[in-house]
């Protein structure tokens, strides 16, 4: 038997077809290590048989029966193939569906008997079984066949021709030829805590003889992800903690002039985050400071009030935003509350590059010459994009005479990487002193995810809109009154308003990656079949025909959506606040946009595809200005759980209790984005475990209070490396 690494590819392990490496390939399953962390997402319990008479909807069952009559059709819609089979026992019958697996129909023949596991789902018809594992049974020898050593069977996210079975297949071949793999958590913390070393661990977690077995393996792979995150977020603050800072006066006088300027009065989170801003700033190291509000809370007056009392220090002070058009944002909002203030700013975008000189002094200029001015000190504040670390020949073009504070806009779409080089990166260019650094947030994440997600920044929290500021009306609207809403949407219209249309993306897809199917009886008593999606989910360009030609053909209609060049997407969202158009349908690309006063009416297609947090992000688009603004929850959904979502929603007081909800519902995986993050599904089920999150704090503060340079732990530093690299918090 050939031995196997971690790094071994599978199309070297004997005993793997070249189709079935293809397959895996496709999701991204390359090496034996890639194989043995695709984790799969239960199991199912084979000795534990169901009578068909005991089965309830909802619940995952293994059934023993004998295949009655089965059948294959073509469904109308798509043409998809189904398979539909009745299934007895001696307590009774069910039926049993099988979409795009026309083979099935071969394999279980009318007579024969077999295992099924499945959920069960209920319909007009009754409940069925929907896409049902199955396992033949030819006699009682061919069971002890299937279950040689355990009774668990591992189920793992599937795609188009790669079933579990197959995965169970070539888990096989691979699990018994591996070599032993160093364990990187310290035997420690291994045995305080009764986690199984790696190797036990991962053979459980594939193979488990019993439930327990699973559970303690499962419990280590989601702490081990925690003890890094919190491990790196410790070394973070401590690294820190070791350098030096510029330290900005408190200039109460400088305060005072800046509040006299406002045509509005701060709320008191406004002026306790400001506080807490800059009292860290006097410090002599720096600040790793986060600062989270809902949309249009007031965050930039805060950060632009900190980047100036900088200035006010001697130093310069950078901001940056995510889009063009919130860096232009930004750089109008300073020019309109702070017209009369004494320093330059700069503008500097791949389009832009214009220098602010107070009392409406603006000058275009070469961006050459704009950062000539940056270098020598002139330009005392900066706003842009991520043009403004660009770099060139590996260094950042910009060079900062004697950089103070760095303002992120939107903290999830820069990388931690991103602002930990940009940070050090300066650092090297003020004589050894590293910038404050101050991050934003429209994005509501609950305090425990936050603290352990960004646990290198401290927090600080506008958690009340400001004062003036009308309540949006919200409603949900069912598809029997969609017309009333047009009409009133014309309406607004009308009296001279603009309307926000936001439309899901056209596909849903299950855990396993496949588009999700849903099943409804049609009229000859059969089962129909359609992409989760594709009938009720409205594209923009759907959504865009119809407004434009059959809804409000009356009025002036736009488009925006992710597949645009910039220059349409810039030119669209300027069309749109130049009030050259009436209605925007959009994605969700308007989720951090820019800021339309007149725009009163905010419509979203399909609610309850959407989060929680992200239908509060959308409202907030509207409500900025002087008009009283509406928020309309269009859904085709009956559900109570949609329902109880959505009205969450109008009893919400603001974004942070909203998470608060999201995180119960759906998980982090829907506030902070799977994808986007690296982190497995297990670290992010761990996510809403606290204990697990304190025992993960409580690890890593033990191991850096007997090594805070972890040289007495090699495998462990070098783990961390990896996983700082494989991560990216955006």
């Keep these: 038997m050939n031995s196997?690494?971690?790094?071994?590819?599978?199309?070297?392990?004997?005993?793997?077809?070249?189709?079935f490496i293809a397959k895996l390939e496709k999701i991204g399953i390359t090496s034996v290590g890639d194989l043995l962390w695709h984790f799969p997402v239960r199991y199912d319990d084979w000795s534990h048989i169901t009578d068909i008479k005991n089965l309830r909807p909802g619940e995952y069952a293994v059934?023993?029966?004998?295949?009655?009559?089965?059948?294959?059709?073509?469904?109308?819609?798509?043409?998809?193939?189904?398979?539909?089979?009745?299934?007895?026992?001696?307590?009774?019958?069910?039926r049993t569906i099988w979409f795009g697996q026309p083979f099935i129909k071969r394999v279980l023949g009318e007579g024969k008997q077999a295992f099924f596991s499945g959920k069960v789902l209920s319909g007009k018809r009754g409940i069925f079984l929907s896409n049902p594992a199955y396992e033949v049974v030819s006699d009682e020898a061919n069971i002890k066949e299937l279950f040689p050593q355990h009774e668990l069977l591992a189920i793992y996210p599937e795609t188009k021709g790669l079933t579990s079975k197959g995965i169970r297949f070539v888990i096989g071949k691979v699990l018994p030829r591996l070599i032993n793999i160093p364990d990187f958590?310290?035997?420690?913390?291994?045995?305080?805590n009764r986690f199984p070393e790696i190797n036990q661990a991962l053979k459980s977690v594939h193979c488990p003889k019993t439930s327990e077995e699973e559970i303690a393996a499962k419990r280590r792979f989601a702490f081990e992800e925690l003890f890094l995150l919190q491990l790196g977020t410790l070394l973070e603050k401590k690294r820190l903690a070791k350098t030096k800072a510029p330290s900005i006066e408190f200039n109460l006088d400088f305060i005072k002039w800046a509040f006299g300027r406002l045509p509005y009065n701060l709320t008191f989170s406004q002026k306790r985050s400001l506080y807490e801003i800059l009292k860290d700033l006097e410090r002599h190291q720096p600040m790793n400071r986060l600062l989270q509000g809902d949309v249009g809370s007031g965050k930039t007056v805060i950060a632009a009030i900190a980047a100036m009392e900088t200035t006010e220090s001697g130093y310069q002070a950078v901001f940056m935003a995510p889009t063009e058009i919130l860096a232009n944002q930004?750089?109008?909002?300073?020019?309109?509350?702070?017209?009369?203030?004494?320093?330059?700013?700069?503008?500097?975008?791949?389009?832009?590059?214009?220098?602010?000189?107070?009392?409406?002094?603006?000058?275009?200029?070469?961006?050459?010459?704009?950062?000539?001015?940056?270098?020598?000190?002139?330009?005392?504040i900066l706003i842009g994009t991520h043009a403004l670390i660009a770099k060139s020949s590996g260094e950042s073009k910009i060079k900062f005479n004697n950089l103070g504070l760095i303002v992120v806009d939107e903290q999830h779409r820069f990388g931690v990487r991103?602002?930990?080089?940009?940070?050090?990166?300066?650092?090297?260019?003020?004589?050894?002193?590293?910038p404050h650094?101050?991050?934003?947030?429209?994005?509501?994440?609950?305090?425990?995810?936050a603290i352990t997600i960004f646990g290198d920044l401290d927090l600080s929290t506008i958690d009340e809109l400001p004062s003036g500021r009308k309540p949006i009306i919200?409603?949900?609207?069912?598809?029997?009154?969609?017309?009333?809403?047009?009409?009133?949407?014309?309406?607004?219209?009308?009296?001279?308003?603009?309307?926000?249309?936001?439309?899901?993306?056209?596909?849903?897809?299950?855990?396993?990656?496949?588009?999700?199917?849903?099943?409804?009886?049609?009229?000859?008593?059969?089962?129909?079949?359609?992409?989760?999606?594709?009938?009720?989910?409205?594209?923009?360009?759907?959504?865009?025909?119809?407004l434009s030609k059959k809804v409000f053909p009356d009025l002036r209609v736009a488009m925006l959506h992710g597949k645009m060049k910039a220059e349409e997407k810039q030119k669209t969202m300027s069309d749109f606040k130049e009030q050259k158009s009436d209605i925007l349908v959009a994605t969700s690309v308007v989720e951090v946009g820019v800021d339309v006063p007149n725009a009163v009416i905010m419509m979203i297609e399909g609610a309850e595809r959407f989060g929680l947090a992200q239908l509060y992000q959308f409202r907030g688009r509207v409500g900025r200005g002087e008009h009283q603004s509406f928020c309309f929850l269009f859904t085709e959904s009956s559900s109570e759980t949609t329902g109880q979502r959505l009205k969450a929603l109008l009893e919400a007081k603001n974004g942070f209790e909203l998470a608060e909800k999201d995180l119960e519902i759906r998980g982090p995986g829907a506030l902070l984005g799977a994808e986007q993050t690296g982190l497995p599904d297990t670290t992010m089920r761990a996510l809403q475990n606290p204990a697990m999150i304190k025992l993960g704090r409580q690890s890593a503060e033990h191991i850096l209070e007997k090594d805070a340079s972890l040289r007495s732990y090699p495998a462990l530093k070098e783990r961390l490396e990896k996983f700082k690299a494989d991560i990216h918090l955006e």
């Design 4 to 19: 196997v690494f971690l790094k071994t590819p599978l199309a070297s392990v004997k005993g793997i077809g070249p189709k």
């Design 63 to 94: 059934i023993r029966a004998k295949v009655k009559k089965i059948g294959f059709r073509k469904s109308w819609i798509q043409k998809l193939a189904i398979v539909e089979a009745s299934l007895e026992d001696e307590s009774g019958s069910i």
């Design 185 to 192: 958590i310290p035997e420690e913390i291994l045995k305080k």
């Design 330 to 380: 930004h750089y109008r909002t300073f020019q309109k509350l702070f017209s009369d203030f004494g320093h330059p700013i700069g503008l500097l975008t791949a389009k832009s590059s214009l220098a602010f000189y107070g009392d409406g002094l603006e000058s275009e200029m070469r961006k050459k010459d704009l950062l000539k001015e940056v270098e020598n000190g002139k330009i005392k």
């Design 418 to 434: 991103q602002r930990a080089e940009l940070v050090q990166n300066q650092a090297r260019k003020s004589s050894g002193l590293v």
């Design 437 to 449: 650094f101050l991050s934003m947030s429209a994005t509501p994440i609950p305090r425990t995810l």
């Design 474 to 546: 919200t409603k949900i609207v069912d598809p029997l009154n969609r017309d009333k809403a047009y009409a009133f949407i014309r309406g607004e219209i009308r009296k001279g308003r603009q309307a926000f249309v936001i439309c899901p993306r056209i596909e849903s897809q299950s855990e396993s990656g496949d588009l999700v199917y849903e099943y409804e009886n049609n009229e000859a008593g059969g089962l129909s079949a359609k992409k989760s999606g594709w009938s009720e989910s409205k594209t923009v360009k759907e959504e865009f025909e119809k």
